[in-house]
């Protein structure tokens, strides 16, 4: 399918070449997923991941689709939570240094686990 | 379909020559049990220690955790279509090690946390401080990729169980729970004027470290499945996720589903259960969507008047759980969801990634970002290193006397969303 990846891990700029590169943190690159959401994308990816502990990654990759004239509602709803909620988590803690490349190599796998999902559709 | 678990208590554990159970002590062969993992050849080297409860030990990063067990009749030993050949579960005769566990440690990444304390306060939040531990750990030969890493940690747990659970095969076992049900237009005959009530177990399926099995297929290729309450009690389901500590199912809490216990327990009194919808976790916005279009069909095609949901994980799930809800509501169908709360330390923050106002009878099972002090260990089991993961977090966390500070987040089975854990709740 039609996508772009909107990442700040190095390791996913490197391997694809549909992505949008944020020269900054996870929270630079929610916002960015959250203005193209505005501008008529749809989301592919949920933003957030599935726990707790892969929120205070300092890397994250989300799919973006297809641009449509209009805004999807629901779209926006999830990316403006998902910003609060990870603002909420990570204003209380420091960014973990000590295993930046283990959390590139797992944002890595979970997208493309989330990739492969999408396969084979328009 | 019948069940009957029968419950070998176990009092306490020890390392032997043998594997065997005598007055409720279970005694293990350490060195059969090595050579039996080591049979795996991505494995380099296995450490079997003892952890009992109220020891001043710690166990850091737990994988998973595993209840011993042995089939005598019906099926196939072991876990079907994983660590043995394809057969069905939930019938027959399974015996239990009761207050026994097999806990495997083993980091496949380096932020990777999921503590068990014995003692102190960090014993009062996880279940796995009351039970007999046997811990494997886990190294792998060098150059492992992850994917295949995880499969060895995985399989070795299993295994371990495997060969310990055969300790209860010729012992009378203390106590035989039987667990049995008819097809559904048997028990709604049976029982016309109670609630149909299903249970849609929802589970982490988004990949490395954060996936589940059933029968060994990898639950994020499936559509959701119906399955009867018996077979997750009898070993069908198991936990590839080890990131998510507090509020990830472990094997153990699958084969001991405090949820389908429940319901089960109530089942002709005041409810007709009628089984288990296993419903995928996807991370994208489609997979979420056909998930809960395909749970409420099942709901609404079984013809159920209520229906209670439970969530693994924390995030992304959030919007799944909540998506379940709507729909099912809007069908007339009556739903109840089980989660924990991320609501910052104070408990006062919005707990859900997510919400809707469908969501009316809706239980939590414990904030994941409670902080808890964990005292200085005597001995640790596992990665001594890993502790600084847990205190790495915020200033301050680390204390001179060295107990640290830690969100209960890190605390295996803490806040246990189908319920399988020490916190309880208050009606408002």
Redesign the interface.
């Known amino acids: 399918m039609k996508s772009i990846i909107i990442t700040n891990n190095p390791l996913v700029a490197e391997k694809y070449e549909n992505m949008f590169w944020i020269d900054g943190s996870v929270e630079e690159t929610l916002v960015k997923v959250r203005d193209m959401v505005y501008q008529g994308y749809e989301l592919v990816s949920h933003p957030l991941a599935a726990s707790l502990r892969m929120l205070f990654s300092p890397y994250r990759s989300v799919i973006v689709g297809r641009k449509n004239e209009k805004l999807d509602f629901d779209h926006a709803q999830i990316i403006e939570d998902s910003i609060i909620k990870y603002k909420n988590h990570t204003d209380a803690r420091k960014v973990e240094e000590s295993n930046r490349d283990d959390y590139k190599k797992m944002d890595l796998l979970l997208l493309e686990s989330a990739l492969s999902d999408e396969k084979g559709k328009w | 379909m019948k069940l009957e678990i029968g419950r070998i208590n176990i009092k306490d554990i020890q390392l032997g020559n043998e594997t065997y159970v005598k007055n409720g002590v279970l005694t293990v062969d350490k060195v059969g049990l090595i050579a039996t993992l080591k049979e795996d050849e991505r494995i380099k080297d296995i450490t079997i220690d003892i952890a009992k409860p109220g020891q001043k030990v710690r166990i850091i990063p737990v994988k998973d955790v595993i209840e011993p067990r042995v089939k005598i009749t019906g099926g196939i030993n072991g876990f079907p279509g994983v660590s043995s050949k394809q057969a069905q579960c939930g019938e027959g005769i399974t015996h239990v090690l009761y207050g026994a566990a097999v806990v495997t440690v083993g980091d496949i990444?380096?932020?990777?946390?999921g503590v068990i304390d014995m003692w102190g306060e960090g014993a009062l939040w996880t279940p796995f401080s009351k039970t007999f531990n046997l811990t494997v750990d886990i190294n792998v030969i060098d150059g492992l990729e992850?994917?295949n890493h995880e499969e060895t940690v995985r399989l070795a747990g299993l295994r371990a169980a495997e060969f310990v659970g055969q300790a209860g095969k010729n012992v009378t076992p203390d106590e035989v729970l039987t667990y049995e049900m008819g097809s559904i237009f048997e028990e709604s005959t049976k029982y016309p004027n109670l609630p149909k009530v299903l249970y849609a177990e929802m589970m982490?399926t988004?990949?490395?470290?954060?996936d589940t099995y059933i029968y060994g297929v990898n639950a994020?290729t499936i559509l959701p499945s119906l399955l009867h309450a018996n077979e997750e009690l009898d070993n069908a389901v198991i936990s590839g996720n080890c990131?998510?500590?507090?509020d990830?199912i472990t094997t153990y809490q699958h084969q001991n589903n405090s949820v389908i216990l429940d319901l089960y327990a109530q089942h002709g009194k005041e409810i007709n259960f009628m089984g288990c919808i296993m419903v995928p976790?996807?991370?994208?916005?489609?997979?979420?969507m056909r998930a809960s279009d395909y749970t409420a069909k099942l709901v609404k095609m079984l013809g159920a008047d209520a229906l209670v949901v439970s969530e693994e994980?924390?995030?992304?799930?959030d919007?799944d759980l909540l998506i379940i809800c709507k729909k099912c509501e809007k069908a007339g169908v009556k739903t109840v969801l089980i989660t924990d709360e991320?609501a910052?330390?104070d408990g006062m923050?919005?707990p859900l990634?997510?919400t809707a106002v469908e969501a009316v009878a809706v239980v939590s099972t414990g904030n994941?970002?409670h902080v808890v002090t964990l005292l200085p260990a005597e001995k640790v089991i596992g990665k001594a290193e890993a502790i600084?993961?847990l205190a790495?977090?915020?200033?301050g966390a680390l204390s001179a006397d060295g107990s640290l500070q830690c969100?209960l987040?890190a605390v295996i089975g803490a806040t246990s969303e189908i319920g399988f854990h020490n916190a309880t709740c208050r009606l408002y």
């Open positions: 990444v380096g932020f990777q946390e992850p994917h982490i988004q990949g490395l470290l954060h994020q990131v998510a500590a507090c990830k976790e996807h991370t994208t916005l489609s997979g979420k994980g924390y995030g992304n799930p919007s991320c910052g330390r923050s919005q990634a997510d994941v970002s600084a993961v790495g977090g915020w200033e969100e987040n």
